[in-house]
Antibody, heavy 124, light 106 residues
Framework: EVQLVETGGGLVQPGRSLKLSCVASGFTFNNYWMSWTRQAPGKGLEWVASITKSGGSTYYPDSVKGRFTISRDNAQNTLYLHMNSLRSEDTATYYC?????????????????WGQGVMVTVSS | EIVLTQSPTTMAAYPGEKVTLTCRASSSVSYMHWYQHRSGTSPKLWIYETSTLASGVPDRFSGSGSGTSYSLTINSMETEDAATYYCQQGSSDPFTFGSGTKLEIK
């Protein structure tokens, strides 16, 4: 059974940092792109970051680029999201997701596996 | 950035009714993925590569489309299909989601 278990959420002040972790089991972790996706209260889904199987490449939308860093430890089957300079608009449930889709040799994240989510609240 | 516009924003259907949800892209994409999100649970991959049902998805669901216009269809609405459905494109970075269609049962 595939399991993704996120930890590290909580209440943090604006401008501070927070690190999320996601431990994976039930699938071959280093065969999958991994990503973080979030949902702000009352809003839709937003892609936050993705990392390739080896960790050699990372991708971010402009909303978090330069502030968030995704990384992985394939030996520990663990995904991370380091979040710096947090803003109130980063308040959301953060989901660890796994999957990759290949189309004519071009890879992109496919959000096939999902964790239960972890809440991050940015407020003073 | 490719913007995905879903319509309608909200809708309600009777059990047994045929339902079609639409996703329009601001630029042409090669395929579309769809996710189902029921309240209080994590989202699930529902349809990938435009028309392939994810594991466990009932065959009353189907997906179609090309270019800038894609759709998800339910042949006969059931109570358990009430959820928010999101489209998502992977053709171009950033990998964007639509704003979702909330589907309710009448």
């Amino acid at each position: 059974e595939v399991q993704l278990v996120e930890t590290g959420g909580g209440l943090v002040q604006p401008g501070r940092s927070l690190k999320l972790s996601c431990v994976a089991s039930g699938f071959t972790f280093n065969n999958y792109w991994m990503s973080w996706t979030r949902q702000a209260p009352g809003k839709g889904l937003e892609w936050v970051a993705s990392i390739t199987k080896s960790g050699g490449s990372t991708y971010y939308p402009d909303s978090v680029k330069g502030r968030f860093t995704i990384s992985r430890d394939n030996a520990q089957n663990t995904l991370y999201l380091h979040m710096n300079s947090l803003r109130s608009e980063d308040t959301a449930t953060y989901y660890c997701t796994g999957g990759v889709y290949t189309y004519y040799g071009y890879n992109s994240p496919l959000f096939d596996y999902w964790g239960q989510g972890v809440m991050v609240t940015v407020s003073s | 950035e490719i913007v995905l516009t879903q319509s309608p924003t909200t809708m309600a259907a009777y059990p047994g009714e045929k339902v079609t949800l639409t996703c329009r892209a601001s630029s042409s994409v090669s395929y579309m993925h769809w996710y189902q999100h029921r309240s209080g649970t994590s989202p699930k991959l529902w349809i990938y590569e435009t028309s392939t049902l994810a594991s466990g998805v009932p065959d009353r669901f189907s997906g179609s489309g090309s270019g800038t216009s894609y759709s998800l269809t339910i042949n006969s609405m059931e109570t358990e299909d009430a959820a928010t459905y999101y489209c998502q494109q992977g053709s171009s970075d950033p990998f964007t989601f639509g704003s979702g269609t909330k589907l309710e049962i009448k």
